[in-house]
Antibody, heavy 118, light 111 residues
Framework: ELQLVESGGDFVQPGGSLRLSCAAS????????MNWVRQAPGKGLEWLSY????????YYADSVKGRFTISRDNAKNSLYLQMNSLRAEDTAVYYC???????????WGQGTLVTVSS | QSALTQPASVSGSPGQSITISCTGT?????????VSWYQQHPGKAPQLIIH???NRPSGVSNRFSGSKSGNTASLTISGLQADDEANYYC???????????FGGGTKLTVL
């Protein structure tokens, strides 16, 4: 069964850092591009970052550019999001999602909650 | 402010049909056939229900259909059922540094 399981969400103070992980199973992880998407409490979905299959290409939303870094380890079937200089507005549920060739996200993880507050 | 514009809410009675619009620009919705729709129930992860404007993934009911005209995409749900009550989001590939854009979401209420 195909699964994406996020972890690493936590309560952190403004200016702090956090690293999210997404463990993939049930499919050939190295064959798919991956993304991170977040959802603030009571709000809509926000695309954050994209990484290609071989990590050769990465893209970021303007809201996180320069603060967040996406990476992956195909040997470990894992996707990561390093988040630095966290702000209150980064408080959200963070989802990893598998990207299909038509830019649709056919599988999502259950999400991990990041709370940034003093 | 979301890149794609959706109505905040729509409603319908069981058995009826509703349509949700998703308006973008020629740089996203109008420029590519890479429009997707997602259903999200409260507390759950989004689920893909339409991709490439009008294609349904395996297992998705044929009561869900998608279309596009110019810069506006639409999701139609026919034969409304109670379980269709959820939030619906459109997305599109975008030719900018922001690879993918989402709509603000539409809350569907089944009366």
């Amino acid at each position: 069964e195909l699964q994406l399981v996020e972890s690493g969400g936590d309560f952190v103070q403004p200016g702090g850092s956090l690293r999210l992980s997404c463990a993939a199973s049930g499919f050939i992880f190295s064959s798919y591009s991956m993304n991170w998407v977040r959802q603030a409490p009571g709000k809509g979905l926000e695309w954050l970052s994209y990484i290609s299959r071989s990590s050769s290409a990465t893209y970021y939303a303007d809201s996180v550019k320069g603060r967040f870094t996406i990476s992956r380890d195909n040997a470990k079937n894992s996707l990561y999001l390093q988040m630095n200089s966290l702000r209150a507005e980064d408080t959200a549920v963070y989802y990893c999602a598998r990207v299909m060739g038509d830019w649709s996200y056919d599988h999502w993880g259950q999400g991990t909650l990041v709370t940034v507050s003093s | 402010q979301s890149a794609l514009t959706q109505p905040a809410s729509v409603s319908g009675s069981p058995g009826q049909s509703i349509t949700i619009s998703c308006t973008g620009t020629s740089s996203d919705v109008g420029g590519y056939n890479y429009v997707s729709w997602y259903q999200q129930h409260p507390g759950k992860a989004p689920q893909l229900i339409i991709h490439e404007v009008s294609n349904r993934p395996s297992g998705v009911s044929n009561r869900f259909s998608g279309s596009k005209s110019g810069n506006t995409a639409s999701l139609t749900i026919s034969g409304l059922q109670a379980d269709d009550e959820a939030n619906y989001y459109c997305s599109s590939y975008a030719s900018s540094s922001t690879l993918l854009v989402f709509g603000g979401g539409t809350k569907l209420t089944v009366l």
